[in-house]
């Protein structure tokens, strides 16, 4: 078990007191899931990512892709209409599934796609104007209120 200390964090910032709880739930989710399907995380560009995830066997009706608050659930269904085979070798695994994934603020799924056994989800992070950096003017009552040749001063 993987234990973290917050302390330092939480004397030179606010709002990340939540920090801990994610950790702490990725850690056990982590621990407990399966390695099945296997995927992986892809940055494309500053602000879009990819997974990708490996669902030989399954066509886009039997997967679900959903996000809740900051979590995108992908489950994968098979439905069982097919006849008994007698397998010498099974090796695809083309078994029911559910992965979750924690996302950051402002994390959007834009699409879903599935090709050649492949599920290809797209993430953008839509970061709202008024959560970006702005300038802010500094006024001053007086402009000449130090200048000894102004009006005033006299």
Request: charge should be negative; charged fraction near 25%.
């Given at each position: 078990m993987r234990n973290f200390d917050f302390s330092p964090l939480y004397s030179s910032s606010i709002g990340f007191d939540h920090l801990s709880s994610l950790l702490d739930t990725i850690t056990r989710s982590d621990t407990a899931a399966s390695n099945y399907p296997p995927y992986n995380i892809e940055l494309i560009?500053?602000?879009?990512?990819?997974?990708?995830?490996?669902?030989?066997?399954?066509?886009?009706?039997?997967?679900?892709?959903?996000?809740e608050k900051l979590t995108l659930t992908v489950k994968g269904k098979k439905n069982n209409t097919e006849t008994k085979r007698n397998y010498l070798h099974h090796g695809i695994a083309a078994r029911n599934f559910s992965r979750c994934f924690q996302l950051a603020d402002h994390i959007e799924v834009t699409s879903a796609r599935i090709a050649n056994g492949l599920l290809h989800v797209e993430l953008v992070r839509q970061v709202p104007e008024a959560m970006k950096p702005k300038n802010i003017p500094i006024e001053s009552e007086n402009e000449s209120f130090f200048d000894v040749n102004s009006k005033d001063a006299a």
């Open positions: 560009d500053k602000d879009h990512y990819q997974i990708t995830m490996a669902v030989a066997g399954f066509v886009a009706k039997e997967i679900e892709v959903q996000t």
